[in-house]
């Protein structure tokens, strides 16, 4: 089999091109999600499914957050339900373990997870940082980004912004756009209580209960939830993540939709 000849000025054109036109279509959105971990991906594909126009931005070059170190690199985190029903949405194999309990594959669970927001609609930007909100009379009207390799090096480079109706923090136990908010806008009020110590029982109920708005345009899902109100930690189980996710999906598409 003869592969077919590529000029390098070929790849190059391509890659900019079309690169530039993804970029530039994400200039302005409905709804920024801030983390692609569990939480992110699930806020991202329920919300892309309502027709919203959808980014998730990483920080990393990949996606998965929290799962891929599974439980101290065991390749195997738990849900439980009714959580499980999210992911047999999907087509992720659930193993029982107990009642009410199931066993799932890590890799399995990023992948399917990605594959479900992307094929939802949700455009996901990966290797880019959000370093800063866009706030106007008193409500967050989008997000200031730097590509993540440029704030590791340093350099001083001026950023770019993208524009949404919401902005969704699933960054995970640091809450860092939340923080973000409170520490450049003292006078808005914004509050980061801090995480807890783990309390798997009241951290999965709590972090589902802690999903919501916190101001005006800006909301939080999963881990950044519990950091937010300073609720615990709950280790390598991801039922409370799914469902943060759902919930604050739910909100938005309603609050959106209402508002259009």
């Known amino acids: ?13 391509a890659i900019i091109e079309r690169g530039s036109k993804f970029l530039m279509d994400l200039a302005k959105n409905d709804v920024i999600i801030v983390g692609a971990g569990p939480s992110g991906l699930v806020t991202g594909m329920y919300i892309a499914r309502a027709g919203l126009k959808t980014c998730i ?10 799962i891929g170190g599974g439980g101290m690199l065991f390749p195997r985190v738990i849900v439980q339900e009714p959580a499980q029903e999210i ?7 659930l193993e029982p373990y107990s009642r009410g309990i199931w066993v799932v594959d890590v890799a399995e669970f990023i992948a399917k997870l990605a594959v479900g927001a992307i094929d939802s609609g949700a ?5 880019a940082n959000v370093e800063d909100l866009i706030i106007k009379n008193s409500r967050v009207h989008g997000v200031v980004v730097q590509w993540s390799a440029v704030t590791s090096a340093g350099l001083h480079v001026d950023p770019l912004a993208f524009e949404s109706r919401a902005v969704v923090d699933c960054t995970g136990h640091d809450a860092e756009v939340v923080t973000i908010a409170a520490k450049k ?6 509050k980061v209580l801090g995480e807890h ?20 345009g800006l909301w939080v899902a999963g881990m950044a939830a519990a950091a937010v109100r300073g609720g615990p930690r709950m280790g390598p189980i991801f039922g409370g993540m799914i469902l943060s ?3 604050v999906a739910d909100l938005i598409i309603k609050e959106l939709k209402r508002c259009p």
């Open 185 to 190: 806008n003292p006078e808005l009020g914004i």
């Open 197 to 216: 110590s783990m309390d798997a029982v009241r951290a999965e109920k709590g972090v589902v209960e802690s999903t919501g708005e916190v101001f005006p």
């Open 87 to 93: 992911l047999e949405e999907i087509g992720v194999k």
């Open 245 to 247: 996710g759902k919930k």
């Open 1 to 13: 089999m003869e592969i077919f000849p590529v000029e390098e000025y070929v790849v190059t054109s």
């Open 123 to 127: 455009r996901i930007l990966l290797g």
């Open 57 to 66: 931005i990483e920080r990393r070059l990949s996606f998965g957050g929290g």
